[in-house]
């Protein structure tokens, strides 16, 4: 009965990102979305990972995060939470990167999964 719940949730996760994603991309058309993510060094990408964890549990209060040896910084600001008809938690959160010298702002959507980390379903710039 829980994998049928879980494929169910899973599925609607799916549907979820897809439709978000559909959305995004027909607004981004009119302008590159920066792979900002892509071209982080690993190190940074699990210090926003881990912040965005942190964001997203308890109070969802915003957390920074700094890499010492590459200058990059970021933070994470939790937004609208909800639920999807499952039940599945998610929550849209921002995050505003210095890399390289750059700056940007990433609007993004996870979703907690059953074993109570947050996953990105959906990514996407901030005009």
């Not at 892509?38 to 915003?62: F, H, I, N, T, Y």
């Not at 590459?70 to 939790?78: E, K, L, M």
Request: proline share 5%; net charge positive.
């Amino acid at each position: 009965m829980r994998r049928v719940v879980l494929r169910a949730v899973h599925a609607a996760m799916g549907l979820l990102a897809l439709s978000a994603c559909t959305h995004r991309q027909e607004a981004a058309q009119a302008r590159p979305v920066d792979l900002i993510y892509v071209r982080m060094p690993s190190p940074d990408l699990a210090l926003s990972r881990a912040g965005m964890q942190m964001a997203l549990q308890g109070e969802g209060k915003s957390q920074t995060w700094r890499n010492p040896d590459t200058g990059n910084t970021g933070t994470i600001t939790p937004e609208r939470a909800f639920v999807l008809a499952a039940g599945v938690r998610c929550r849209d959160y921002r995050e505003h990167i210095v890399f390289g010298g750059r700056e940007g702002a990433v609007l993004s959507t996870a979703c907690q999964f059953a074993d109570g980390t947050w996953r990105t379903v959906v990514v996407g710039n901030l005009p």
